[in-house]
């Protein structure tokens, strides 16, 4: 007994709600408070109270696809996007071919030269101290660990 009548506030429950959810979507209040503040409810604030109408957007949205057989096409495409992404693997590892041989040069630059400088606009030099030429070195090392895989 004590299950049927759990059902039946169950059912009740759902159907006061679903009651109640379709009389607030359609109606709406407008009021002004004491202060000249504007209301807005489900219910009115006052005998002022003025009904308004809420237009709701519900967007034509199609509905899913239906899933497809494969075409020949579909298949193309696919090796079109193999080869592509082929050539973006090769411009990559041009590219790290590139940075690893730049880093290898600076590196054996750093270690072979003894006086490095750098070069302003106006051609005058700044020599770099030992202890930038300690951290060029290991940003060099660094460098080669990152392009030279």
């Not at 590892?93 to 750093?110: H, I, M, P, V, Y």
């Amino acid at each position: 007994m004590l299950r049927a009548t759990n059902g039946l506030a169950v059912v009740l429950c759902s159907l006061l709600l679903l009651t109640a959810l379709d009389a607030t979507a359609a109606r709406f209040y407008k009021s002004i408070d004491e202060n000249g503040k504007v209301i807005f409810s489900d219910r009115p604030a006052s005998a002022t109270a003025e009904q308004i109408e809420v237009k709701v957007f519900t967007p034509d949205v199609p509905p899913p696809a239906a899933p497809t057989a494969k075409k020949p096409d579909a298949e193309a495409k696919k090796g079109d996007e193999e080869k592509n992404a082929k050539e973006d693997l090769k411009a990559l590892q041009a590219t790290r071919d590139e940075n690893c041989k730049q880093s290898k040069e600076r590196l054996q630059k750093l270690q072979t030269i003894s006086r490095l400088y750098t070069e302003d606009k106006q051609g005058n030099r700044t020599y770099i101290s030992d202890k930038d030429r300690v951290k060029q070195l290991a940003d060099a090392r660094a460098s080669i660990k990152e392009w030279c895989k």
